[in-house]
């Protein structure tokens, strides 16, 4: 079957034109298509690395907190409005 399919894209000279800009242009579109996907896959990642900075961020903020001890210091933060 697939050596039908070469022998008549092979017969003529024209079918050879035909067969060598149908492959260029396949190959042409296959690259395009291959590209867009992977600057889809840079954008995606990009958000993904926004996203766990802004995490990253909230975590420290967080972690900096003063941590009351006893209930007369809980009591001093709510006052202070630190809590």
């Known amino acids: 079957m697939i050596t ?7 017969s ?3 079918m050879r034109k035909v067969a ?3 492959t ?10 291959g590209w867009k996907k ?4 840079i954008g995606e ?16 903020k ?3 907190a003063p941590v009351p001890t006893t209930r007369d210091d809980t009591a001093k933060l709510l006052d202070a409005g630190k809590f």
Do not use: C, Q, W
């Open 4 to 10: 039908a399919v070469i022998a008549f894209f092979t």
């Open 12 to 14: 003529s000279p024209f």
């Open 20 to 22: 060598l800009y149908g």
């Open 24 to 33: 260029i242009a396949l190959a042409i579109i296959l690259f395009y298509f």
């Open 38 to 41: 992977k600057i889809e896959n």
């Open 45 to 60: 990642d990009k958000v993904r690395l926004e996203n766990a900075h802004a995490e990253a961020v909230a975590v420290k």
């Open 62 to 64: 967080m972690l900096a």
